[in-house]
């Protein structure tokens, strides 16, 4: 688990690499660490590598050690989950390029799979109309009050009002940050900040003493997209934010809910755009309620293999037992195996006729 972890970060210090070309990685070799392994002309083939990036990457991982830099990472960093880890919430894992490292602060209790099943993430303009307040107060307590987390941004406006009502409830809620988790940003929610510590989570993708920028926020949004099964947005201009949130909740499947809003107020034109795009109107705390009982249960129990015959021929027995629920590419696994890229092949075509292994796209395996 440990090396696992250790390559995770490892992989977040190489300049030039996000979280959509390292997914690319993964997927080209395998794993984290055979990529790390790996010559540089073998990325060539990756998509977004070029001659400089690889120079930049050969250059950066010839001096750093992934296991010593875990260990001085985390004396710094003393929480936080990789997808190697079982806390990693389950529903991120459902976007395309999900974050390599999710740094947390604060008390809350470890997530289960029915607890990150009913997360509902508020979120809207910095500057709410009063009526806009007070419909983010009353749909947070409301939905506390019914064993919902809420998850916003930690922003003024909606989000303080969100992260606020759900504490006042005696709820937990997740403050999603673009600044390390040791940095309160903007400064006048230092207050709710330390509330949430102690009975809650902060998050951010970004390691300690990571200050605000610009840019950091919009990759904010998409987390709190991917970790919410519905997104409510209060209030907010055609140009917020929380329309970026909206739109990555819309492609990763979650449920849209926008309140609606007077036409004479700019701060409503937002919502009401989402409701001609085919949001979900919000119109009573029930209806919302009787709604969220309706979504999908999330299953995020480990997948159940079919088990191994006993008497598979040696060479079957061979591929196999490298194979799991991670697609592995068909040359690491002749480089695992050990065997001739014929008898692999073979191999897996019998597998497969067997139901016991699936061939997915780029010619990459895994076990059934």
Request: with cysteine.
């Amino acid at each position: 688990m440990n090396n696992d972890r250790a390559y995770w970060v490892a992989w977040t210090q190489i300049n030039g690499v996000g979280s959509l070309l390292l997914q690319r990685v993964r997927d080209h070799f395998g794993s984290l660490e055979a990529a790390w392994m790996a010559p540089g002309d073998e990325f060539r083939a990756i998509e977004g590598f070029g001659n400089t990036k690889i120079e930049t990457l050969c250059h950066q991982r010839q001096h750093l050690d992934p296991l010593e830099f875990l260990h001085r990472h985390s004396q710094q960093n003393p929480r936080f989950w990789t997808p190697a880890d079982v806390e990693y919430p389950p529903l991120l894992k459902e976007m395309p390029h999900y974050p390599p490292v999710l740094y947390l602060r604060g008390r809350g209790t470890a997530f289960d799979a029915q607890a990150w099943a009913r997360t509902v993430a508020i979120v809207g303009t910095r500057q709410p109309s009063d009526y806009g307040r007070r419909w983010t107060r009353r749909l947070s307590q409301v939905l506390t009050d019914h064993g919902f987390t809420i998850v916003s941004g930690m922003a003024a406006g909606v989000d303080a009002e969100a992260h606020h009502s759900c504490l006042q409830a005696g709820g937990a809620t997740v403050g999603v940050l673009g600044t390390g988790v040791d940095l309160v940003y903007p400064e006048s929610n230092r207050s709710i900040y330390e509330q949430i510590l102690r009975t809650g989570w902060v998050m951010s993708e970004y390691p300690a003493r990571t200050g605000p920028d610009r840019s950091h926020f919009p990759q904010r949004n998409r987390i709190i997209a991917g970790l919410c099964r519905a997104i409510l947005v209060m209030e907010g201009s055609e140009r917020s934010g929380a329309l970026i949130t909206a739109k990555i909740a819309n492609e990763l499947g979650r449920e849209v809910y926008a309140l609606p809003g007077s036409l004479d107020n700019p701060q409503a034109m937002g919502c009401i755009w989402l409701l001609s795009q085919g949001a979900q109107l919000l119109w009573q705390p029930e209806q919302l309620l009787e709604a969220l009982g309706t979504l999908p249960h999330l299953d995020c129990s480990p997948p159940t293999l079919q088990p191994i015959p006993p008497n598979l021929e040696p060479e079957l027995a061979q591929v196999i037992q490298i194979l799991g629920t991670d697609p592995l590419p068909f040359d690491h696994v002749v480089a695992q195996t050990g065997l001739a890229t014929a008898i692999v092949s073979s191999a897996l075509l019998q597998l497969e006729l067997m139901a016991l292994v699936t061939q997915v796209p780029g010619m990459r395996y895994q076990r059934c």
